[in-house]
Each structure stands twice: as C-alpha cells, then as structure tokens.
C-alpha cells in the first residue's frame, strides 16, 4: 500500500518552518486535494490563492512526501 499524501500531512509535525506552516495549514484544509501529482497540487494552490511563498513551501513537502513514499516502498 502506497503512502497518499493526506496521510502524509497528517502524520507530519508542524515545525517552525515555511514547510511546517503549510503543513499546519494543510492539516486543517477539508478541500485539500489527495494529490498524485505536484502538478495537481500546485493548481490547487493556486486555484485557492495561495502566495507564492505558500506555494515554495508547498513544493518542499512535495519533495518530502515522494522522498517518505520511497522509503515506504523499501520497508
């Protein structure tokens, strides 16, 4: 079973970071999609007009949760 991205967000803890404020923003957003892609993540966030920093941060828990997913696959 692969790891979606919601459950991802929702075992992250929130640190004191950009990508924890998303993270934390994340959490807590009932119409956060349970993206495949960055590609349909991104054109949520930007659908919702997320700044351009939301956005960057956004990119970095991407790239966290395909690194987790990786790692979940090698268990």
């Known amino acids: 079973m692969t790891l979606s991205f919601r459950t991802y967000i929702h075992r992250r803890r929130i640190a004191s970071t950009a990508a924890g404020d998303f993270i934390a923003d ?17 054109n949520y966030l930007v659908d919702s007009g997320a700044s351009e920093n939301a ?3 956004g990119r970095i828990v991407w790239r966290g949760y395909l690194a987790a997913r990786r790692n979940a696959r090698s268990l």
Do not use: G, M, S
Not at 30 to 39: R, V
């Open 55 to 57: 956005i960057k941060a």
């Open 26 to 42: 994340a959490k807590v957003d009932p119409n956060l999609p349970n993206a495949t892609t960055w590609q349909e993540l991104r």
